[in-house]
């Protein structure tokens, strides 16, 4: 079985450099040519807690993949899924299935593809970063929760998590949509921290801020319930403790609380940060959450303020600042 993972940066690499340690045909792909080159010539070195190793492992550019895979592993941000998938559609076997291990909603993309039964969701919780090229990192073993969007285990799903499971713990769940959805509030919350440059706990010391982000919170809850989606808690907080229904008290007990017992930096990877001049995928994370919000008829102005706000970051037109809370409370 040859599997190919598109995207070997902090958690495609720490993946398929686990997958080839314990021997499976693996062939990464990544676009950065420093990167590709660094594991050519020194391997890939992956710190994990339960012990660091440097790997050999087959790397390319998009342009050079050959052959046919039975797995694909999708692990590039959401703004380049198109891309990964145009790379890597000619060269799927017949019954090939593709995982995608990223942030943000792009099962229904893969779909489009190679349809559901081969397409397989997945919601990855690891803290992982790249501090180099050819050089990936983690402070956690971390953990996989995989499904299909229809809900069903199938043949392919048991395939994808006994290859997985192997090498980091992965659960299979029914309501993976619904898990998409939580890590989806998490990935816009640190979008929503990010836009002085501090960490959420350091912004939401002003109470002004702190009912800010509930707010934001209850927008995303809205959405997500009026388009049908049972979201799942996850280990900082279960999204529907922020649904507008409830007392704000109750609401405010629940930021604390979660507030609280998150670290320093609450941002679980780095691309969280927002840099000027860079390109995130707010598009596919809190962009995502106005589209729905504009299907099921629910009005999301704070996200389409929080979503502006970042592109004007990214073009440099507008610095990262406390101030930017200020004028997104007036939306």
Known sequence: M??????AGPIGGIVGGRLKRRGNDVTLVDVDTDHVQAIRERGLRVDVPDGSFNVSVPVVL????????DIGIIAVRSNYTRKALSSVAPHLSEAAILVSLQNGMNPPLIEEVVGPDRTVGAVVRMRSIRPAPGHVRTAKRGRLFIGHLHGKTTAQLKTVHSLLDAVIPTEITDNILGTLWSKLTYSCL?????????????????????????DFFGEMTRVGTAAGV?????????????????????????????????????????????????????????????REGNKVGVPTPLCLALARMVHEIEEGKRPLDLRNYAELGRE
């Open 62 to 69: 998009p342009g050079g993949i050959k052959g046919k895979f």
């Open 230 to 290: 049972r979201f799942e808690p996850l280990a900082e907080y279960h999204p529907m403790d922020f649904y507008p229904s409830r007392s704000y008290e109750a609401r405010r007990l629940a930021f604390d609380e979660m507030v609280r017992t998150s670290e320093s930096d609450d941002r679980e990877e780095a691309h969280y940060q927002i840099e000027p001049g860079g390109k995130t995928h707010v598009d596919y994370t809190v962009g995502h959450v106005v």
């Open 190 to 214: 640190g979008m929503f921290g990010s836009l002085s440059g501090e960490s959420l706990k350091s912004v939401c010391e002003s109470e002004v801020n702190r009912r800010l982000c509930i």
């Open 2 to 7: 040859r599997i190919i993972v598109i995207g």
